[in-house]
Structure formats: C-alpha cells, structure tokens
C-alpha cells in the first residue's frame, strides 16, 4: 500500500514520485486538491503520489485560479454597468400619461391614428392641470378634435414615478416659455390648429369670423 500512488493507486516503484506528505506541507492549496479527491472516493492515504498526477493536479489548480479570477472580473464588470431601468421618483401633486407610442393616450382608444402631442399643450397641462404628457406619448385624431386634455388627470393609467430625464424636460419647458410668447395672437394664423384650439376652444376660422364680428378686438 505504502508504494502505491495516493492519488491513481498504481505502483510508484518504478515511475517517478514525490513523498507525499513533504508536497502536501510546501504546496497545501494543491494538495488540497487531491485530499477532496480521495476523501470523496474513501481512500485510504498513501506516502507517495506520482509525477503526472502531481503535475495534472497543478494544471487543475491552475484552472481553478483562472476561473476564480474570470469570475471576479465578470461580477465586477456587472457591478460596473449601471442599472438600464431609469431611476424613478415620486413627485407629490403631478401625474404623468403613460408612454403610449403604440396607442392613443386615453385610456381604451383604439383609434389607429397617431400623433406627437404639441409642446404647448404639454405646456398647458402641466399649468392647467399638474399633468405632464411624455414626449414618447401619441394622440389620436379624434382625441385632437375633441380638446379632453382635462379628463386627462382622472385616468386609471396615469403615474405620479418620473424619470431624471422628464423632470429636466419639465424644467426645460417652463424655463422656455417664461422667456418666450407662448401664442403670438398678432399673428394667430402661424398657430398649429391643435395648439390655438387647445388654448381658445375655437378653431381659427371661428377666431376670424368672431373678430370680424367684434372689430373692437382689432384695435
């Protein structure tokens, strides 16, 4: 028993061999390898192990050091990416429609028509109604026409979590029109109808026809 090899079993008498219990006090992590192995398998120790499973059990200890280390760096390199989930918050008072770019932003329309909401009624909702309308949100014709933008604030699907990203539009939008005219009624026809029937609740035409009945208006 005393010649056999500690780790294959096969006779070291003739092959060369290393006194086992010298390499298992100079290279512990790598006789560890091999205690596990013949604990596993209910061996009994021997004095010697063998030159090639000496040598294939350091090629074992090295794979295990690259694959620790690999694992290392991957768990690092995760703890490194930033998370691909907006961070979200609350603001208490204002509520936001969903990112419908797929449908209309009223709840149950499945009108096929879809269109980016103006600014300025972005603008307008968030004034009139603490309500805030993503940009990636779309509107139906229908729902254009109609002017429901206050029903807006009683929808189910509306959310109080904002992103970074869209309180900084809010910002950016209210910091353009304290600086800027939002409707230029010197000139009304350049208004986008949906923003001037947003605003006034008549369409342009009704707008004309009413000041040409009130001349005072003009002047």
């Known amino acids: 028993m005393a010649e056999l090899c500690i780790s294959c079993r096969a006779s ?3 092959r060369r061999r290393y006194d086992w219990v010298s390499r298992e006090m100079q290279y512990l992590d790598i ?3 091999v205690i596990e192995d013949i604990v ?4 009994e120790p021997t004095a010697f ?3 090639p499973c000496w040598q294939r059990t350091e090629r074992t200890h090295q ?4 694959e620790a280390e690999q694992q290392a760096d991957q768990d690092r390199d995760l703890s490194e990416v930033p998370n691909s989930r907006p961070i979200s918050m609350i603001l208490p008072g204002l ?3 969903p990112n419908t ?8 329309c499945t009108n096929e028509s ?3 909401v103006p600014e300025n009624i972005i603008f307008c909702m968030v004034c009139r109604y603490s309500y805030f309308v993503p940009e990636s949100a779309r509107v139906c014709n229908e729902h254009v026409e109609q002017n429901l933008w206050h029903l807006f604030p009683v929808q189910d699907n509306s959310s109080e979590e904002f992103t970074a990203s869209q309180i900084m539009t809010i910002v950016s939008m209210l910091q353009r029109h304290i600086t800027e005219e939002i409707l230029d009624f010197e000139q009304y026809e350049n208004i986008a109808p949906v923003e001037f029937h947003t605003w006034t609740g008549l369409t342009q035409d009704q707008f004309t026809k009413l000041l040409d009945s009130l001349p005072s208006l003009r002047t």
Do not use: K, P, V
């Open 12 to 14: 070291t008498e003739n």
């Open 31 to 33: 006789a560890q390898i």
């Open 40 to 43: 596993a398998r209910q061996l």
């Open 49 to 51: 192990i063998c030159r």
């Open 63 to 66: 794979r295990l050091i690259r």
């Open 95 to 97: 509520l936001r429609a």
């Open 101 to 108: 770019a797929n449908s209309c932003i009223f709840l149950h």
């Open 114 to 116: 879809r269109h980016r």
